[in-house]
């Protein structure tokens, strides 16, 4: 199949169950962190809007535990990241663009890296949202 056949809808409804557990992998589980995670944008000294992310973490099975017995240090670690990267106006485009998740993504996964010292950490942003203040 070719890529343009597989962004198709009649190619996505041609995909069997198959083909999807195929692809996914049974050595991977998915920990979601209970609460979101809330960043001022900050300009001119004053905060001109939030962004709000909802996260979860893909780690090897049997690594969910660690990853919620350390979940205190994980956000203490993802909101300095977070605010680094605000900041550093990483948040200042009115709409979130898909170069702003990518460096959120790669950031935070180097960050729970560091905090599980696990090397197989992908972070999954579920929800990414900004509302700008009134």
């Not at 960043?39 to 099975?61: H, Q, S, Y």
């Not at 550093?88 to 959120?104: A, P, Y």
Request: hydrophobic fraction near 45%; charged fraction near 30%.
């Amino acid at each position: 199949m070719s890529q343009n056949e597989a962004t198709t809808p009649d190619a996505l409804s041609e995909t069997s169950s198959d083909d999807l557990q195929d692809g996914a992998s049974d050595s991977f589980e998915i920990v979601k962190l209970p609460s979101q995670f809330v960043v001022p944008v900050i300009l001119d000294n004053r905060v001109r809007a939030m962004v709000i992310l909802t996260v979860a973490l893909e780690v090897e099975v049997g690594q969910g535990d660690r990853v919620r017995a350390l979940e205190p240090k994980l956000r203490d670690e993802f909101l300095a990241e977070l605010f680094s990267l605000a900041a550093l106006d990483g948040f200042k485009d009115e709409m979130i663009s898909r170069k702003t998740l990518e460096l959120v993504k790669r950031a935070l996964s180097v960050r729970s890296s560091e905090v599980l010292g696990l090397q197989n950490v992908n972070v999954l942003v579920t929800d990414m949202a900004r509302q700008d203040a009134l």
